[in-house]
T-cell receptor, first 112, second 112 residues
Framework: TQLLEQSPQFLSIQEGENLTVYCNSS?????LQWYRQEPGEGPVLLVT?????EVKKLKRLTFQFGDARKDSSLHITAAQPGDTGLYLC????????????FGAGTILRVKS | SQTIHQWPATLVQPVGSPLSLECTVE??????LYWYRQAAGRGLQLLFY??????ISSEVPQNLSASRPQDRQFILSSKKLLLSDSGFYLC???????????FGQGTRLTVV
């Protein structure tokens, strides 16, 4: 079973559209992170959220950590082809020995 | 600044042959070190986790082993590769206080 469930698994949209990707768990996480990965490369950290209810913005990307620290979302406004990639959420939880565990990822394709 | 080096980038090995993938970190001390395996376009499966020299936690039963002979060196090994060992292997490091992972470029292993 996946400790972090990501949805949707795959998303194909037109340039300029908005989208939201979700990351959910039944466990409480001390921190959650979002990474973006391009084919053949390692994931690159986008953001870390640590406080329940926290919202962080990175240009057109908005990240939110749920109040109960069990879920997170990534919202992209006016998507561009350069946003194409695999988006991964990851987190650490005392329940899992504070090891960094990853969701299965959301593959985003933005068409021009 | 911290850097992580992982090599080789690609590897083609016959079934039954041994494996050694190396990862080194520069610019930090006493990092947490990780080996992950990734199926095509999907999430990362944690294979091994190390909090210090000689301290290795194995996350899943498998044909692989890991060693940490020095503080900033992490090695992934196998005595006899199986076809099912093919995949994209990623090494990562994180600090102790703030567990955000920084990844190497990955190794594409194909067992033939």
């Amino acid at each position: 079973t996946q400790l972090l469930e990501q949805s949707p698994q795959f998303l194909s949209i037109q340039e300029g559209e908005n989208l939201t990707v979700y990351c959910n768990s039944s466990s409480v996480f001390s921190s959650l992170q979002w990474y973006r990965q391009e084919p053949g490369e390692g994931p690159v950290l986008l953001v870390t959220v640590v406080t329940g209810g926290e919202v962080k913005k990175l240009k057109r990307l908005t990240f939110q950590f749920g109040d109960a620290r069990k879920d997170s979302s990534l919202h992209i406004t006016a998507a561009q082809p350069g946003d194409t990639g695999l988006y991964l959420c990851a987190g650490t939880s005392m329940e899992y020995g504070n090891k960094l565990v990853f969701g299965a990822g959301t593959i985003l394709r933005v068409k021009s | 600044s911290q850097t992580i080096h992982q090599w080789p980038a690609t590897l083609v090995q016959p079934v039954g042959s041994p494996l050694s993938l190396e990862c080194t970190v520069e610019g930090t001390s006493n990092p947490n070190l990780y080996w992950y395996r990734q199926a095509a376009g999907r999430g990362l499966q944690l294979l091994f986790y190390s909090v210090g020299i000689g301290q290795i936690s194995s996350e899943v039963p498998q044909n692989l082993s890991a060693s940490r002979p020095q503080d900033r060196q992490f090695i992934l090994s196998s005595k006899k590769l199986l076809l099912s060992d093919s995949g994209f292997y990623l090494c990562a490091w994180s600090g102790k206080e703030r567990i955000e992972a920084f990844f190497g470029q990955g190794t594409r292993l194909t067992v033939v």
